[in-house]
């Protein structure tokens, strides 16, 4: 049985008349409270057999461990790799700076974008506490 990470959103009709998933990205801290900044919402696009009220989009937790992998390891194993490489060398630290630069960005080139189809909505009945 594979886990599924769930995170509760709202379906809303956008100012296109596109259905949406609205999903909350948390609260804003005390400082942007304060200025009057509000916490900033991500919007999912939904089939259209869906009726508007509360829904949960889920991710696989495995596809997640993917994404993660991708997004963030393969860069930050091109900065230590690049870095590594530079110390291996014996080059000076600015060099060694450099090559970790460089790492980094061909981490930053090497990730992939996934589709959206790793990401389901389901409606409020069928998404269950267990999960």
């Known amino acids: 049985m594979t886990s599924t990470l769930t995170i509760p959103a709202q379906l809303v009709t956008d100012e296109n008349n596109i259905r949406v998933a ?17 916490a900033k919402a991500y919007r999912f696009p939904v089939d259209t057999s869906l009726s508007e009220g509360p829904v949960g989009v889920d991710i696989n937790a495995l596809d997640f461990g993917l994404l993660l992998a991708n997004s963030l390891g393969l860069p930050l194993m091109g900065l230590l790799l690049g870095a590594g490489l530079g110390r291996f060398w014996g080059v000076q630290e600015g060099l060694q700076l450099g090559l970790a630069i460089v790492g980094l960005g061909v981490g930053i ?23």
């Open 109 to 131: 080139v090497s990730c992939r974008a996934y589709s959206q189809s790793l990401i389901r909505i389901r409606r409020k009945e069928e998404v269950s506490c267990s999960s």
């Open 22 to 38: 609205e999903v909350a990205s948390g609260r804003s801290c005390a400082g942007c409270h304060k200025a009057g900044c509000q």
